[in-house]
């Protein structure tokens, strides 16, 4: 038996251009997490999304190579549906597994394409790679993709993030597939909001790069504002998701989405800031998390 686990993500600057030639910040955190065990086949695996996920992952192994006769199961503390990428921590658990089973040396970038074919090729979602290649690596990590399938990538120092919390209400819930709708089409269909919008995000990004660096948690707050009112120009966000961006900023600090929807991260310049925050985002019935990374 084996097993094997991945972490969720957070999107802290520059999504949702990952797919559109761009440049994210993400971080994982490891307060939740995806399991999968490997035995034997016959034993009973997953069942449900689990199981069409590890599917998926199991397809694009075969065909790399030899599929081992094996069982994967899956269990997952990742909340659902909040753009938690939760789904592509099963995935990345799932080929973890088949390379530990095989005796296969994966190199964590192919280990992110691999799982994005996974998602995309065989089961038909619209994704970018940031998630898998930030869920591979893991830690803080800034990406650059020229092209979807050409990533360069650093990792960065965890010490150099300000104050973070998360918060989410279920509520604001929904598939990723449904959440992006049909940005893609848009894109490709030449629309200028669209379009313009991912270089944009981008050059968010980098900047703020340049701030964590330099220790700069001000202007990267604002940046993490921009993210969020850009985001909301170009693609619908629920208004669960609003209020509690818009409570956050009430308390003094600056929020937006950490993927799709449903949750969101909120930075601040300091502690009394976040607590305050905190406490109104828990009083509105929000739940928050101080993310341990």
Partial sequence: MIETKAYPRVGLLGNPSDGYGGRVVSFTFRDFSAHVTSRPAPEPGARGRARELLDAAMTIWAKRGTLPNVSLSADSSIPRELGLS????????????????????????????????????????????????????????????????????????????????????????????????????RYEAGDAVVVGAMPRFAAIAAEGINCLERGDHARLAQLVDTNFDLRKAIMDVSESDQRLVALARAAGCSAKQCGSGGSIVIVAENEDHLAAAERSLTAAGATTLRPTL
């Fill in 86 to 185: 939760g789904s592509s921590a099963i995935v990345i658990a799932g080929l973890r597994a088949l390379a530990a089973e095989t005796g296969t040396p994966l190199e964590p970038i192919h280990l992110a394409y691999m799982a994005l074919d996974a998602e995309v090729d065989v089961l038909g979602t619209p994704a970018g790679p940031q998630d898998r290649v930030v869920q591979a690596f893991e830690g803080l990590i800034d990406m650059s993709f020229p092209q979807v399938t050409n990533c360069s990538w650093t990792h960065l120092d965890v010490a150099l993030l300000p104050p973070l919390l998360l918060a989410w209400n279920t509520t604001g819930a929904a598939p990723s597939s449904v959440v992006h709708g049909d940005l893609r089409a």
